[in-house]
């Protein structure tokens, strides 16, 4: 059972490049998460997807662009690197918003470490 | 907006003893769920933790338990018996009950344990 995964784990790259970051869930679930991690802010929402095809911003969506086209899915993709954007992202998924035990909970990635120079 | 607070950047627990994590988070909403992470030295969040605010019930889980105080809108982590390998990063999270999802997370709680 693969659960979440992240790729790539590490990325370096150069300020205004292309880059996607991948998240692939195994079981399923409805939604999924991008989150970033930076120093002193915690954990921070970037877009989240309750399904296939719907996707919505979250707190700092600024610079970034998802897609969701099948449910197991959800990379995200940094259209121009700025250094700004250097940081850890988090990948996370849970089963739905239903009020059953445990379905809402969040289950992380690995993530993905990536430094802008 | 909702907020999450965790007031001690760092703590310090010796080998077995008991420790206290504090976290307080502001919310007009009555149903909502709140969640205790663990990042290790490895990155990974792993969820330790989770509260339904309409249980007046504190959870549990084998060593982690919780002081939930709903009118005091505190949400303490209680370690017993603390062992090296739950050194880590503690966040505090929070997420509405009938919300988009996304979880509001405290900036964390450093948590050194001492042999």
């Known amino acids: 059972d693969a659960g979440i995964t992240q790729s790539p784990r590490y990325k370096i790259t150069e300020t205004g490049r292309q880059v996607t970051l991948m998240c692939h869930q195994t079981?399923?679930?409805?939604?999924m998460f991008w989150y970033r991690q930076d120093l002193g802010h915690g954990l921070r929402l970037i877009y989240y997807?309750?399904?296939?095809?719907?996707?919505d911003k979250g707190e700092v969506p600024d610079g970034y662009v998802v897609s969701r086209s099948k449910t197991e899915n959800f990379p995200l993709t940094l259209e121009s690197a700025t250094r700004s954007q250097t940081s850890v992202y988090f990948c996370?998924?849970?089963?739905?918003?239903?009020?059953?035990?445990?379905?809402?909970?969040?289950?992380f990635g690995p993530g993905t470490r990536l430094l802008v120079l | 907006a909702q907020t999450v607070t965790q007031s001690q950047p760092e703590m310090s627990v010796q080998e077995a003893e008991t420790v206290t994590l504090s976290c307080t988070y502001d919310?007009?909403?009555?149903?909502?769920?709140l969640f205790w992470y663990k990042q290790p030295p490895s990155r990974q969040m792993i969820l330790v933790i989770r509260?339904?605010?309409?249980?007046?019930q504190n959870a549990t889980e084998n060593r982690f338990s919780v002081n939930f105080q709903k009118a005091a809108k505190s949400f303490s982590l209680k370690i017993s018996d603390s062992q090296l390998g739950d050194a880590a990063m503690y966040f505090c999270?929070?997420?509405?009950?009938?919300?988009?999802?996304?979880?509001?997370f405290g900036k964390g709680t450093k948590l050194s344990v001492k042999p």
């Open positions: 996370a998924s849970s089963e739905s918003l239903a009020e059953i035990p445990y379905q809402e909970t969040q289950y």
């Open positions: 079981w399923s679930h409805s939604y």
């Open positions: 997807s309750a399904a296939a095809d719907i996707t």
């Open positions: 919310t007009s909403e009555s149903d909502y769920y």
């Open positions: 509260q339904e605010a309409y249980k007046q």
């Open positions: 999270a929070y997420r509405d009950g009938g919300s988009q999802g996304n979880l509001i």
